[in-house]
């Protein structure tokens, strides 16, 4: 069965970073575009960015732009999201998705 298993959230200062893993199987991995997808304290789902299939193209959130970057290692079956310059404004929980599907998300949270 499909299976997303996100890690690399934590505890850390505004301005700081954090790199979120995705580990995918049941599926064809990279015959796929993948998403980034975040949900605030109190807040709905918000989607922050897609890569396609063989990571050539990446889309980003406005709020996102310049301080993340998405990418994908097909021969692991994982995706990655790198987070710079970190705002308290980014603490959620981030999952990753396939086709409507996701993982039961990792913590991050911005705060002094």
């Known amino acids: 069965q499909v299976q997303l298993v996100e890690s690399g959230g934590g505890l850390v200062q505004p301005g700081g970073s954090l790199r979120l893993s995705c580990a995918a199987s049941?599926?064809?991995?990279?015959?796929?575009?993948m998403h980034w997808l975040r949900q605030a304290p109190g807040k709905g789902l918000e989607w922050i960015s897609t890569?396609?299939?063989?990571?050539?193209?990446?889309n980003y959130v406005d709020s996102v732009k310049d301080r993340f970057t998405v990418s994908r290692d097909n021969a692991k079956n994982e995706l990655y999201l790198q987070m710079n310059r970190l705002k308290p404004e980014d603490t959620a929980v981030y999952y990753c998705d396939w086709a409507s599907t996701r993982g039961q998300g990792t913590q991050v949270t911005v705060s002094s």
């Open positions: 049941g599926f064809a991995f990279k015959e796929y575009p």
């Open positions: 890569i396609n299939s063989i990571g050539t193209s990446t």
